[in-house]
């Protein structure tokens, strides 16, 4: 097979820092062309726009969209209807009924859509969902908590309606409890803080339970400065465990039981050559509806103003 000619559309902080390298290093992939209002990159064919870069490269093959979510239903479509693949950054889309028409139409094209969960590939996710298999669930505690500051310096966009303010990191948390928990879940209450300021909330606690009302709580934050914290501690019947390090890092009764080098989206990649080359699409909305939920269902409080600058 000769490698898939890929265009990245929108080349802000992720497809810098994970998406250029992960192609680089990957044989199945030639980067060809980039599409961004405001960056170009050296060595490809760059465009403003997704339209210029279609109609000047009819040869391309898929293309990666790594702008915000707001922009990224009209994207998709617009690459499928002119027959490519395409990749999504998470999260798929700003609402769950554009993902899931997104998903439609990519049944009747002929490129493939894989709407992608990067911490789904964060080396312990596999083997906590296979270590938690066999065992009795008695209680699910997330602490997702970072610094915007740091992560997502100057991003507008994030505090905007879809922006989805601290669900953009901690979707990557759903993301990884609907993969390794083995029943769905719901949510019952939430708090969601929102900056006097912004359309999106600052932190959150919400409180979700399975059919069997084992207790799965999340305490999401925005303005954890210092050490961040990105993790799922999980009690059983036969012990505890711990993901730590956005998944990185498996502990059981806090031992070290696994840990390998980061590989996200060099999977991510993997997953998407398979999925062109066999036709398929890979679209999971699950991450997406349970913020939905949050949104429908969570109390709103009103908290200080956010500025960027602190
Ligand atoms: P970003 O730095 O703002 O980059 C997104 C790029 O998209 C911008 O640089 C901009 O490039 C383009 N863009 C922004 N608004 C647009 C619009 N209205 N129309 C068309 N293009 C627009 O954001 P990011 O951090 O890379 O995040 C992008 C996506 O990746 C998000 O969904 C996020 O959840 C996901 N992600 C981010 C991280 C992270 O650590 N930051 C990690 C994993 C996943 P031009 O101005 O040049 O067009």
New binding site residues.
Partial sequence: MPPIKIGIV??????RDQHLPALAANPDFDLVAVA????SQEGVASFATLEEMLEAMPELDAVSL????T?RYGQARQALRAGKHVML???PGATLSEVEDLAQLAESSPGSLFATW?SRYAPAVEPARQWLASRRIRKVHIEWKEDVRV??PG?R?IWEPGGMGVF?PAINALSIVTAILPRRFFLHEGTLQFPENCQAPIAANLYFSDSQDTPITADLDFLQTGPQTWDIHIETDEGNLALRKGGSQMFVDDQLEHEAPEQEYPGLYARFAELVARRESDVDVAPLRHVADAFLLGRRETVAAFHDEG
Avoid at 10 to 15: V, Y
Avoid at 36 to 39: F, G, I, L, T
């Fill in positions: 929108g080349l802000g902080k992720i497809a961004s209002r405001n960056a790594c702008t915000p979510p922009v950054e998470k999260p990067h992560w997502h991003q966009w953009d």
